[in-house]
């Protein structure tokens, strides 16, 4: 028998680039959440696992650049 786990959180910031009817942005997310995980390994054949997440997204600005 084993067991694994784990847990993780994040707060980042993500930026893109979006073209929009000849117009360009910039925008940009504010990503913040957990993450656990649990594994129970009984056998070689056998494995039973469980998750959870908890998810937050911001956008944090929509700036028009320039037109292409």
């Given at each position: 028998d084993k067991l694994y786990y784990s847990f993780s959180?994040?707060?980042q910031v993500r930026t893109g680039n979006v073209?929009?009817?000849?117009?360009s942005y910039n925008r940009s997310n504010?990503?913040?959440g957990?993450?656990?995980?649990?594994?129970?390994v009984p056998s070689r054949?056998?494995?039973l696992m469980a998750s959870v997440?908890?998810?937050e997204i911001?956008?944090?600005k929509l700036n028009p650049t320039q037109t292409r």
């Open positions: 959180s994040f707060d073209v929009a009817e000849g117009e504010r990503n913040t957990l993450e656990a995980e649990v594994r129970y054949n056998w494995t997440a908890r998810l911001q956008r944090v």
